[in-house]
């Protein structure tokens, strides 16, 4: 790997997500999502609890920021920094891809995650590797990855379109099932399988009943979109106008955020836990989500732009999300998240 490459494109990655235009705005589906209106909920506003099981464990809030390579000189202050307010706040942190620590010799990637992990003990993290290198690397030196970070739960993440229009990607991803399903019999964590903004399909979502998954995080179209990305990363590059005139066409493909939760709902088994990403972008937009069938609800951009701002702002922004989902609870008359989730399984039925 160039090491001087990767660093490159990921300060490219940063820079181009926080600009509007790589937001897929208005298409996650959760504008025609309606929660149902409780007028006299049976119980006080400090009742509603937001506590919601992660894989088993007790977490304090069913949120989680979605993982992010960072990939600029403050790249470690950033990770402390959402680490800390992640620990302060009981939310789940996603780290970002550790691929750079598969491919760099040297400790030095692998002694950052140590210390997050000694700091904060307690910390719910989740590991982060692409499909590219589950198909191309051998099962130890991913578990040597596990080791290092004592995640909750390694997430494996796909980008088809991302890959294809990258310059430098690596749209190889034959034998990726196979691949995936070795990695969840011989690991010891759990396995989630993560999109990266275009969601899954029903079809997609069929295929991976069997595969050993612990959950699946639809990371779906309405947010933060890689193809938008990498088609105005190639606009700057020689030789990249192909892959930018076929971002233009390109720049609406996936499936939506709250479609993909549906669609997990009806494929996957129900030991397999419903994760959303993918446009979140309030507390409200989160109780949609959630009434739809997911046990957590993850943030990518947004907790970026408030971290990169000041601890403080990441901390009001967290708090706002928190009270946003309180105040929906309250509304439908749901005393926490699995309770939301009932009554909108009752709604979905009662409509069709
Ligand atoms: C700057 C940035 C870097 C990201 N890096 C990764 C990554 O390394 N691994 C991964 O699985 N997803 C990565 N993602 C994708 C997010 O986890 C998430 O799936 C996607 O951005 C959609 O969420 P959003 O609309 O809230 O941003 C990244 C997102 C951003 C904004």
Same mark, same amino acid.
Request: charged share 20%.
């Given at each position: 790997?160039?090491?001087?490459?990767?660093?490159?494109?990921?300060? #490219?990655? +940063?820079?181009?997500?926080?600009?509007?235009?790589?937001?897929?705005?208005?298409?996650?589906?959760?504008?025609?999502?309606?929660?149902?209106?409780?007028?006299?909920?049976?119980?006080?506003?400090?009742?509603?609890? @937001?506590?919601?099981?992660?894989?088993?464990?007790?977490?304090?809030?069913?949120?989680?920021v979605?993982?992010?390579?960072a990939?600029?000189?403050e790249a470690p202050e950033l990770n402390r920094r959402l680490a800390q307010a992640c620990?302060?706040?009981?939310?789940?942190?996603?780290?970002?891809? *550790?691929?750079?620590? @598969?491919?760099?010799?040297?400790?030095?990637? &692998? #002694?950052?995650?140590?210390?997050?992990?000694?700091?904060?003990?307690?910390?719910? @993290?989740?590991?982060?590797?692409? +499909?590219?290198?589950?198909?191309?690397?051998?099962?130890?030196?991913?578990? *040597?990855?596990?080791?290092?970070?004592?995640?909750?739960?390694?997430?494996?993440?796909?980008?088809?379109? *991302?890959?294809? &229009?990258?310059?430098?990607?690596?749209?190889?991803?034959?034998?990726?099932?196979?691949?995936?399903?070795?990695?969840? $019999?011989?690991?010891?964590?759990?396995?989630?399988?993560?999109?990266?903004?275009?969601?899954?399909?029903?079809?997609?979502?069929? $295929?991976?009943?069997?595969?050993? &998954?612990?959950?699946?995080?639809?990371? /779906? &179209?309405?947010?933060?979109?890689?193809? %938008?990305?990498? /088609?105005?990363?190639?606009?700057?590059?020689? /030789? /990249?106008?192909?892959?930018?005139?076929?971002?233009?066409?390109?720049?609406?493909?996936?499936?939506?955020?709250?479609?993909?939760?549906?669609?997990?709902? *009806?494929?996957?088994?129900?030991?397999?836990? +419903?994760?959303?990403?993918?446009?979140?972008?309030?507390?409200?937009?989160?109780?949609?989500?959630?009434?739809?069938?997911?046990? $957590?609800?993850?943030?990518?951009?947004?907790v970026l732009?408030a971290a990169l701002d000041s601890p #403080?702002a990441l901390q009001?922004?967290?708090?706002?999300?928190?009270?946003?989902?309180?105040?929906?609870?309250?509304?439908?008359?749901?005393?926490?998240?699995?309770?939301? %989730?009932?009554?909108?399984?009752?709604?979905?039925?009662?409509?069709?």
């Open positions: 790997m160039d090491l001087g490459q990767f660093e490159g494109r990921k300060r #490219d990655h +940063i820079r181009h997500a926080l600009d509007s235009a790589s937001q897929a705005h208005g298409l996650t589906g959760l504008d025609s999502v309606r929660l149902q209106h409780e007028a006299l909920p049976d119980l006080d506003f400090e009742q509603v609890s @937001l506590e919601a099981p992660c894989l088993g464990r007790p977490m304090p809030t069913p949120f989680y979605a993982g992010m390579t990939g600029h000189p620990a302060e706040r009981g939310w789940a942190m996603g780290v970002g891809s *550790q691929r750079r620590q @598969l491919d760099v010799t040297g400790e030095g990637d &692998l #002694d950052r995650w140590t210390e997050i992990r000694r700091q904060w003990p307690t910390l719910a @993290l989740f590991g982060n590797v692409g +499909i590219a290198q589950v198909i191309s690397t051998p099962v130890d030196r991913i578990r *040597q990855l596990v080791e290092a970070l004592e995640p909750q739960a390694l997430c494996v993440h796909v980008n088809a379109l *991302q890959e294809a &229009l990258q310059p430098e990607g690596t749209p190889q991803f034959k034998g990726a099932l196979p691949a995936l399903e070795r990695l969840c $019999r011989s690991l010891e964590v759990p396995v989630v399988l993560k999109e990266t903004g275009c969601g899954f399909s029903r079809s997609t979502l069929d $295929r991976l009943r069997d595969v050993g &998954l612990a959950a699946v995080d639809v990371s /779906g &179209l309405g947010g933060t979109h890689w193809g %938008r990305i990498e /088609g105005a990363r190639a606009k700057d590059q020689p /030789g /990249g106008q192909l892959q930018y005139q076929a971002s233009l066409t390109f720049g609406a493909w996936g499936i939506p955020t709250a479609t993909a939760v549906t669609y997990a709902k *009806q494929s996957l088994s129900s030991s397999v836990e +419903i994760w959303a990403s993918g446009g979140v972008r309030s507390g409200l937009d989160a109780a949609k989500l959630l009434s739809l069938g997911a046990v $957590r609800v993850g943030y990518a951009k947004p732009e #403080d009001h922004w967290m708090k706002l999300q928190e009270f946003e989902l309180k105040v929906a609870l309250f509304c439908t008359g749901s005393r926490s998240p699995a309770e939301l %989730r009932q009554k909108g399984e009752k709604w979905q039925t009662s409509a069709s």
